[in-house]
């Protein structure tokens, strides 16, 4: 199998069930989650026989943005690469969130509720430890990295993980 070259900018399709496919671009490497590919999920749904300018793409709303590792889905058959838009909008001021209570000790239930969080932007060098989600980070993503399922779940609307912690 010959390596798979995926550049910023780059555009992929992604059917989310049947009859509808949404689109992701790859926008940065973040190199405080493990230097994952970070993506930006566009918000509107296109019918799978669309084909939609690039250019229109990325100007939609944008759902969410993650981590994950683009090879994975492209390998998997999970999306296609469709081409490359170098505009990657601004992500600088882009709020990533995590905390140590996500998971749990066998035998034990999984946190609902963490007041032990840390944030931090994709350029930056070390996490921000804030415990309790101040309002100004209440909009941040969940900076885990996303298995490839996991991002067609947000793609579709769905919390993932679903065992995630709420910050209220």
Not at 78 to 99: E, H, L, M, P
Not at 155 to 167: M, R, S, V
């Amino acid at each position: 199998m010959s390596k798979i070259i995926t550049k910023i900018g780059d555009i992929y399709s992604v059917n989310i069930d049947d009859k509808y496919k949404k689109y992701i671009q790859y926008v940065a490497n973040d190199l405080l989650q493990l230097n994952s590919d970070v993506i930006r999920a566009f918000n509107r749904s296109y019918e799978i026989n669309e084909d939609p300018d690039l250019t229109l793409i990325v100007k939609d709303e944008v759902d969410f943005y993650a981590h994950c590792i683009l090879d994975i889905g492209l390998n998997l058959g999970y999306w296609n690469k469709i081409g490359n838009i170098s505009d990657v909008g601004d992500f600088n001021r882009i709020i990533f969130r995590d905390t140590v209570d996500y998971g749990h000790k066998f035998g034990e239930e999984p946190k609902k509720l963490s007041f032990n969080w840390h944030v931090w932007k994709i350029k930056d060098k070390s996490f921000l430890k804030v415990g309790r989600l101040e309002e100004k980070y209440k909009n941040s993503f969940i900076g885990l990295v996303i298995n490839p399922l996991g991002i067609i779940e947000m793609l579709k609307g769905h919390k993932y993980p679903i065992n995630y912690p709420d910050f209220e």
